[in-house]
């Protein structure tokens, strides 16, 4: 049974300062997705992440895969008030799921960014 | 505007009371998604669907029901609300075998007591 963790739960930060968001899961994956949620709001796609390796960027946020380690990690670079959210990591794709697609959701990474 | 439409957005239900929460998608997407969130817990997945005309099981499939007459519409449906049923539940679609991920609807918030 897959299973996704994600540490920490909750991340109070200052304004400028870095700090990466992990996910590790438990059976071969070759699919990750990064998701951002506002309060009271739906989810919002940030990074798909489909191969070993593979590194993808949007503004302060960073998204990396070790498919070998079953780790993902969403770095944030001199964070800003605007990135406080919940970030969800999802996994799927093989071994999981058949022909559909499923994914499971960690639990969730609650930052807050202070001023 | 291409997406998906739940309805209602939120809603109070009287305990042991049948509710039906609507999900409808306009993107031709082929499988479809319900899941709840809770606090400390993330999204569950309760039932999907592949395809028009079936349906599986997901994580916490127990007290509800789904049905996909057509590609559009995936109804989730409680036949007798508990109070263990409140929760935010969010509708999701995506395309056969997709690298896309899913497309995610605004959410039911639904409180049974």
């Known amino acids: 049974e897959l299973k996704v963790e994600q540490n920490p739960l909750f991340l109070s930060m200052q304004e400028g300062k870095n700090y990466t968001i992990y996910c590790n899961y438990s059976?071969?994956?070759?699919?990750l997705y990064w998701y951002r949620q506002d309060p009271g709001k739906s989810l919002e796609s940030l990074f798909v992440l489909l191969s070993n390796g593979a590194v993808k960027q949007e503004g302060r946020l960073m998204a990396s895969l070790d498919t070998k380690a079953r780790l993902s990690t969403l770095h944030i670079t001199a964070a800003v008030h605007d990135l406080s959210a919940t970030y969800f990591c999802?996994?799927?794709?093989?071994?999981?799921?058949?022909?559909?697609?499923?994914?499971?959701f960690g639990t969730g990474t609650l930052l807050a960014v202070q001023p | 505007i291409a997406g998906i439409t739940q309805a209602p957005t939120s809603q109070i239900l009287a305990a042991g009371r049948r509710m039906t929460l609507r999900c409808t998608q306009d993107?031709?997407?082929?499988?479809m998604y319900w899941y709840r969130q809770d606090l400390g817990l993330g999204l569950r997945l309760i039932h999907y669907?592949?395809?028009?005309?079936?349906?599986g099981k997901g994580e916490v499939p127990d007290g509800y029901s789904v049905s996909r007459a057509n590609t559009d519409d995936f109804p989730l449906t409680l036949a007798s609300a508990v109070p263990s049923q409140t929760s935010v539940y969010f509708c999701?679609?995506?395309?056969?075998?997709?690298?896309?991920?899913?497309?995610f609807g605004s959410g039911t918030r639904l409180t049974v007591v």
């Open positions: 999701a679609s995506s395309r056969d075998r997709t690298n896309y991920g899913y497309t």
């Open positions: 993107m031709r997407h082929n499988a």
């Open positions: 999802a996994v799927g794709g093989q071994g999981y799921g058949g022909a559909t697609n499923k994914l499971i």
């Open positions: 059976t071969t994956s070759d699919r």
């Open positions: 669907s592949n395809t028009a005309g079936t349906t």
